[in-house]
């Protein structure tokens, strides 16, 4: 069973960045689309930002113009990051990755997450 494993979380001050990476443990075909989803302690996950095959971006209106999400130039190797600028505490969060195909061999994948602690 292949597992996208993520890394590069941490406990950072406020105003701080992070960079967070996440790649397959095995190999896959391309992912359509691949992202970043948080979830705080008592809420629900939520997007963060994703990027499709062609590089398209979607962000969440509270992470947009401080995150950046982008993906290996080689598509077959299915890694993706998250460059994170002026964290602020409410970008806490366990943040786990997603890697998505919708066409033939089609899957959905998600990471275990890793810990993303922003002190004021």
């Known amino acids: 069973q292949v597992q996208l494993v993520e890394s590069g979380g941490g406990l950072v001050q406020a105003g701080g960045s992070l960079r967070l990476s996440c790649a397959p443990s095995g190999s896959i075909f391309s992912a359509n689309a691949m992202g970043w989803y948080r979830q705080a302690p008592g809420k629900q996950r939520e997007l963060v930002a994703t990027i499709t095959t062609s590089g398209n971006t979607n962000y969440a209106d509270s992470v947009e113009g401080r995150f950046t999400i982008s993906r290996d130039n080689d598509n077959a190797k299915n890694t993706v990051y998250l460059q994170m600028n002026s964290l602020k505490p409410e970008d806490t969060a366990v943040y786990y990755c997603?890697?998505?195909?919708?066409?033939?061999?089609?899957?959905?994948?998600w990471g275990q997450g890793t810990q993303v602690t922003v002190s004021s």
């Open positions: 997603n890697a998505r195909r919708t066409a033939i061999f089609r899957y959905d994948y």
